[in-house]
């Protein structure tokens, strides 16, 4: 199972940005792909989640109305589209698969089964 995020990199604030996760277990079927980010020296956090089949999708308050997640059934990847960003949004990006289907618990680290590498998004000032 692979998961390979991209997409990450410098930028100022209120730019934008657009990450990708190619995910290579399966294309089809109800399962869960999420987004986390981990900030300097703190915890890991949700960030936004969809569901690949139905397409609900679930997103942290801090980045309502600013962030996008997506998915393409052709290519088998995850996006997170970034805009407005803001210094905080400074972290280190990971995409997450096969999340539990019960949408109150897509927050959750613990719910997922697979993890990318992070990326890196620094926003400047």
């Known amino acids: 199972v692979q998961l390979q995020a991209s997409g990450g990199g410098p930028v100022q604030a209120g730019g934008f940005l657009r990450l990708s996760c190619a995910y290579s277990r399966r294309s089809s079927g109800r399962f869960v792909m999420g987004w986390f980010r981990q900030p300097p020296g703190k915890e890991r956090e949700f960030v936004a989640a969809?569901?690949?089949?139905?397409?609900?999708?679930s997103y942290a308050d801090s980045v309502k109305g600013r962030f996008t997640i997506s998915r393409d059934t052709a290519k088998n990847t995850v996006y997170l589209q970034m805009n407005s960003l803001k210094p905080e949004d400074t972290a280190v990006y990971f995409c997450?698969?096969?999340?539990?289907?019960?949408?109150?618990?897509?927050?959750?680290?613990?719910?997922?089964?697979?993890w990318g590498q992070g990326t890196q998004v620094t926003v400047s000032q």
């Open positions: 969809i569901n690949w089949g139905d397409r609900t999708t």
């Open positions: 997450a698969a096969e999340g539990t289907l019960i949408r109150s618990s897509w927050s959750n680290p613990m719910a997922y089964d697979y």
